[in-house]
């Protein structure tokens, strides 16, 4: 992700979620250095987009979106394969995340890149106090 797609980015993530972060929000993550993004594109729409922080030799994702009218053509679970070769050419030992309860569509999509549930926390989510499922995927370290 560079400026440039900030814009369209902000505007994936209003159509994906009932709680969008700001244009504001993406800007910061560009000057975060611990911060990795990287975004689909078709011709200039930004079609979707995924990242993570690095955090003590850890990653921990902090989205991933497509835009509804692409999905399920692949984006997604290619988004999610750069960002798992990224974590490990960056030594890091695994990736956590965590997700809805009830986004079996993100759980599978998680499962099939070989996440796995390692525990919950209860009413994570504060606009409808919904369960978060956290997953965990070990990854190869380059040692
Ligand atoms: C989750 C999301 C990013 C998947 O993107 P996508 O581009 O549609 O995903 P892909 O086409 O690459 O699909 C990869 C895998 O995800 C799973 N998947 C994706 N869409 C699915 C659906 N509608 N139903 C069931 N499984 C689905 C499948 O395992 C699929 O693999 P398969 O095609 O071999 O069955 C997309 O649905 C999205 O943006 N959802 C809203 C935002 C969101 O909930 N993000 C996760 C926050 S934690």
Do not use: H
């Amino acid at each position: 992700m560079t400026e440039s797609d900030v814009d369209g980015v902000a505007e994936l993530d209003k159509q994906c979620f009932a709680k969008p972060w700001s244009r504001r929000s993406f800007e910061d993550e560009l000057k975060n250095s611990l911060a990795v993004y990287f975004v689909a594109s078709e011709g200039s729409t930004v079609i979707g987009y995924c990242g993570f922080w690095q955090v003590a030799g850890e990653g921990d994702i902090t989205n991933i979106a497509v835009l509804p009218g692409y999905r399920r053509r692949g984006v997604g679970g290619r988004l999610l394969g750069r960002l798992i070769d990224e974590a490990e050419a960056l030594g890091l030992g695994s990736l956590t995340l965590e997700v809805r309860r009830s986004n079996e569509t993100a759980k599978r999509l998680y499962r099939k890149y070989g996440f796995e549930q390692v525990g919950e926390r209860k009413r994570y989510y504060s606009d409808n106090n919904e369960d978060a499922i956290i997953m965990m995927k070990r990854l190869k370290t380059n040692g």
